[in-house]
């Protein structure tokens, strides 16, 4: 029987899905994240779940030079999408063929969970980077079942997902031949316990009923990560600052993100999946033409399979060989660095959201007077003229 190791479990859930006897239940313990839970009444002691983990296990990373940047021709795709459009090309095309999607999408109250669809309207639920750990709950089984029937699956998720999906798939025998994984360049999964408190916080403690929300809202030209939500009479919410709304705040400033996230082993050039895609936000004289504002990707195509999906993109778009030298990010080379003040920061959690929020800065005056500053930038279109002053510096 596996023995959980809380600062490097992913909370993949591969142990759940193989367990034969059921005795595995991925539940939200610490900070919301999901770990699991095994009824020792059921376990036959198979050791099936201590072997699947691939969390202390060596995995095989590929490390390619193979490395685009790319803008889907569809403005609506790439609107839609959290940078180029990548991920909706390679879902259309399995599509296309009769295959299956597997993806992250919002729940009916917002929360993140994995599943799997066949046609395209639903994949489009797949679209776009919800920050916030998704729950696998039973979708390496399901894989599995599609994959034993000849069907093509295409598996998107964190790189330690795809890593749980690999080593499950290779200890049940299984081909892979009609398999083709997707991951990210990651910099962490957010809290599932601290985004429900920012969903209370955005509804006013359920006044307001939310209908829609969106990581990368994109409310104009070079405006590519802005919070949105609607709400039930209809109106909208765009954050007129990332690095300043409450969620992203805590997000990017690493205080919310999974203990493993801290330590990640696919925090590296090596790739587990096939492909990698990845936000493009710098450009050099050569690529500068591949930003209008509205969202760059940046693939790796890590195996020989992926390079068959290369004719894909450059039906759907434009598609640029780079230089991979030229746009590694922090999360290629070493994991996300933990805050000096975490263990401050959700001691006081406990105490109430309000309090922890003190902690972090984010309620102090200088802050608050920050997003009052980036409130009225944003409502006179001055985002644009205050980047420049800022690159100028
Ligand atoms: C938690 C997280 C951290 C990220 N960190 C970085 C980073 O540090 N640097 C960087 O360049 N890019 C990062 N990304 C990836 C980036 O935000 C885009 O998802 C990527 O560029 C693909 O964009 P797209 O336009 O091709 O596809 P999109 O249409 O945006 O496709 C989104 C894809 O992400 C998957 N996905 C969405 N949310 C989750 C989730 N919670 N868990 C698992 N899978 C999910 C969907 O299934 C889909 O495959 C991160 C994404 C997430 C979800
Ligand atoms: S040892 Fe076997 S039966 Fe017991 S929890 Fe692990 S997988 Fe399940
Ligand atoms: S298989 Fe995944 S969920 Fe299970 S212990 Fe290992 S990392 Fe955690
Ligand atoms: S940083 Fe690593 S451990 Fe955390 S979600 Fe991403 S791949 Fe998984």
Not at 70 to 81: G, H, L, Q
Not at 148 to 164: A, D, I, M, W
Not at 186 to 208: E, I, M, Q, T
Not at 252 to 275: F, H, M, P, Q, T
Request: contains cysteine; hydrophobic residues 35%.
């Amino acid at each position: 029987m596996i023995k959980i190791d809380k600062s490097t479990c992913t909370g993949c859930g591969a142990c759940a899905n193989i367990c034969p006897r059921n005795a595995i239940e991925m539940i939200q313990v610490d900070k919301g994240f999901y770990y699991p839970e095994i009824t020792e009444d059921k376990c036959v002691g198979c050791g099936l779940c201590d072997n699947v983990c691939h969390a202390d296990a060596d995995v095989s990373l590929h490390d390619s030079d193979d490395a685009f940047l790319f803008v889907n021709n569809s403005i609506e795709t790439r609107k839609n999408s959290s940078s180029g459009g990548a991920f909706s090309v390679l879902a259309n095309a399995f599509i296309e063929k009769g295959g299956y999607v597997v993806g992250a999408e919002f729940g009916m109250d917002f929360s993140i969970q994995h599943n799997i669809y066949n046609d395209k309207e639903n994949v489009k639920r797949f679209q776009t980077s919800k920050y916030v750990q998704s729950n696998t709950s039973d979708v390496y089984k399901k894989t599995y079942d599609l994959l034993k029937n000849g069907e093509r699956v295409l598996f998107s998720g964190t790189p330690c997902q795809v890593s749980g999906l690999i080593t499950y798939l290779s200890r049940k025998n299984c081909s892979t031949e009609n398999l083709l994984t997707v991951d990210f360049i990651c910099h962490g999964v957010g809290s599932p316990a601290f985004w429900k408190d920012c969903l209370k916080y955005y509804s006013r403690n359920g006044k307001k009923q939310i209908v829609d929300v969106n990581f990368r809202g994109k409310p104009r030209a070079g405006k590519l990560q802005n919070l949105y939500i609607k709400y039930a009479n209809g109106k909208r919410f765009f954050a007129p600052s990332t690095n300043l709304e409450i969620f992203y705040y805590h997000f990017l400033k690493n205080y919310i993100l999974r203990e493993s996230c801290y330590k990640c082993k696919y925090s590296a050039l090596g790739r587990v999946s096939d492909i990698t895609l990845a936000d493009c936000f710098k450009f050099g004289e050569d690529t500068k033409h591949l930003n209008d504002g509205v969202g760059t990707s940046f693939l790796i195509m890590n195996t020989t399979k992926s390079m068959n999906y290369i004719e894909e993109f450059q039906q759907a778009g434009k598609i640029q060989k780079i230089t991979k030298a030229d746009y590694i990010q922090p999360n290629m080379q070493e994991a996300t660095p933990k805050p000096s003040l975490y263990e401050e920061f959700w001691k006081s959690y406990e105490n109430g959201f309000d309090s922890a929020l003190r902690v972090s800065g984010y309620s102090n005056s200088k802050n608050s007077l920050k997003r009052k500053i980036a409130a009225i930038v944003y409502m006179l279109r001055l985002d644009s003229v205050v980047k420049k002053i800022k690159a100028a510096k």
